[in-house]
């Protein structure tokens, strides 16, 4: 029964069950302390915020973002990592964001057709050998 409830709380995520989710999910075989969770939980943030400097000055910084969701999938796997992904950034911020998922492999070029790719982060990406 508890398993049904744990399940049902994690279906969608909430600013209350991304912690819990986060948690449940995070595998880092090194970490000490609390305090490497919430560093690696603050990837997010940061690619968050490197691709809102994109937006502003055109200078993507691609192998920083690509750096960030490497550990991200590391320590969260590769489905949880995708649906927080999905619950922190927004459509806009996804275009972006899609492109270095399939050079990553982590989705198929198929994934999330409604969203279209920056052709600048395209080009960047296949720039990387």
Do not use: W
């Amino acid at each position: 029964m508890i398993y049904g409830v744990l399940m049902k709380l994690f279906e969608e995520l909430t600013e209350e069950t991304f912690l819990l989710f986060a948690a449940k999910h995070y595998y880092n075989p090194i970490c000490l302390d609390a305090e490497e969770f919430y560093e690696d939980l603050k990837r997010f943030k940061y690619i968050k915020r490197l691709i809102t400097r994109y937006k502003d000055t055109e200078n993507l910084p691609t192998n920083l973002i690509l750096n960030h969701l490497i550990v991200i999938f590391n320590v969260f796997g590769i489905d949880s990592g995708l649906k927080m992904l999905e619950y922190r950034l927004n459509i806009n911020q996804f275009g972006i964001i899609k492109p270095f998922l399939i050079h990553l492999k982590v989705i198929e070029n198929t994934s999330y057709t409604g969203i279209f790719m920056d052709n600048a982060v395209v080009e960047a990406l296949r720039q990387i050998k």
